[in-house]
């Protein structure tokens, strides 16, 4: 059984930055497809970014340039920096592993993007 594990959340102003880890139980990150997602309130979940096992990366429109995914396989966790951030970044950051068919989350981290 995989477990994933967030840390990182906080309060931060707008324009600040935060960064996220993901730390994944066991040496399987380097094959699997990671991704963060995030809940705000009242919102569905969505999704934000995604890396490949060999490094691609993706990024939904509304943080495009602002975060940066990245993975660290020997540590076998992934990160996502996140820069400019915004009110509306205010969410429950979620982690997600893909790989052979299965998928797993992690319980979630806070964002709190607020004056």
């Known amino acids: 059984q995989v477990q994933l594990v967030e840390s990182g959340g906080g309060l931060v102003q707008p324009g600040g930055s935060l960064t996220l880890s993901c730390a994944a139980s066991g040496s399987i990150l380097s094959s699997a497809l990671m991704a963060w997602y995030r809940q705000a309130p009242g919102k569905e979940r969505e999704w934000v970014t995604s890396?490949?096992?060999?490094?691609?990366?993706a990024y939904a429109d509304s943080v495009k340039g602002r975060f940066t995914i990245s993975r660290d396989n020997a540590k076998n966790t992934v990160y996502l920096r996140m820069n400019s951030m915004k009110i509306e970044d205010t969410a429950v950051y979620y982690c997600?592993?893909?790989?052979?068919?299965?998928?797993?989350w992690g319980k979630g981290t806070l964002v709190t993007v607020s004056s």
């Open positions: 890396i490949t096992p060999n490094g691609g990366t």
């Open positions: 997600y592993l893909a790989r052979s068919g299965m998928t797993y």
